[in-house]
T-cell receptor, first 112, second 114 residues
Framework: NAGVTQTPKFRVLKTGQSMTLLCAQD?????MYWYRQDPGMGLRLIHY???????AKGEVPDGYNVSRLKKQNFLLGLESAAPSQTSVYFC???????????FGPGTRLTVL | AQSVAQPEDQVNVAEGNPLTVKCTYS??????LFWYVQYPNRGLQFLLK??????LVKGSYGFEAEFNKSQTSFHLKKPSALVSDSALYFC????????????FGPGTRLSVLP
């Protein structure tokens, strides 16, 4: 039982490049989330999904897109990376919006 | 609106001493409250939660937290700290009657000194 996995673990991009972060969970959770973690700011919600085929905006969605084509996968895309998107990105999943979230190990992204 | 504050960036405590990591929150209605821990280069791990019922909640690794509605607080406590408890701790809150998502505090770094 791997829990929540994220690919890749590290990435360096140049301004304007695009990339996709992949999150996978094997717990059959309906709810999935993408957060970014910046020093002193805690976790901020980028986008979330309440089930396969659904996505919704969180607190800081600008510059990001997401897709949930399969229940177990939640993809986060950056179409044109900016230095302000340098951060650590965490994916999480939960059984319901009232239950604890299970987090992946994170992706450290640097945009030059 | 929902918000959560962790008034201390850093807490230092000697091994064997009791520890407290503070959390205060603001919600319109009644809250769901969670504590998570993050070890270096790892994702967050769930510690404990308050949903309803007894105000004293016991969680993983000997941690507990007390829900205080009048003071809108949910402080994390442990009777005897271990060096291995050194980590970043996050409080999270969600209003039962509003919105879908939890709001996380900025985190408190706990250092347990041997």
């Amino acid at each position: 039982n791997a829990g929540v996995t994220q690919t890749p673990k590290f990435r360096v991009l140049k301004t304007g490049q695009s990339m996709t972060l992949l999150c996978a969970q094997d717990m059959n959770h309906e709810y999935m989330y993408w957060y970014r973690q910046d020093p002193g700011m805690g976790l901020r919600l980028i986008h979330y999904s309440v089930g396969e085929g659904t996505t919704a905006k969180g607190e800081v969605p600008d510059g990001y897109n997401v897709s949930r084509l399969k229940k177990q996968n939640f993809l986060l895309g950056l179409e044109s990376a900016a230095p302000s998107q340098t951060s650590v990105y965490f994916c999480a999943s939960s059984y319901s919006p009232y239950n604890e979230q299970f987090f992946g190990p994170g992706t450290r992204l640097t945009v030059l | 609106a929902q918000s959560v504050a962790q008034p201390e960036d850093q807490v230092n405590v000697a091994e064997g001493n009791p520890l407290t990591v503070k959390c205060t929150y603001s919600v319109s209605g009644n809250p769901y409250l969670f504590w998570y821990v993050q070890y270096p280069n790892r994702g967050l791990q769930f510690l404990l939660k308050y949903i309803t019922g007894d105000n004293l909640v016991k969680g993983s690794y000997g941690f507990e937290a007390e829900f205080n509605k009048s003071q809108t607080s949910f402080h994390l406590k442990k009777p005897s700290a271990l060096v291995s408890d050194s980590a970043l701790y996050f409080c999270a809150v969600r209003d039962r009657s509003y919105g879908q998502n939890f709001v996380f505090g900025p985190g408190t770094r706990l250092s347990v000194l041997p």
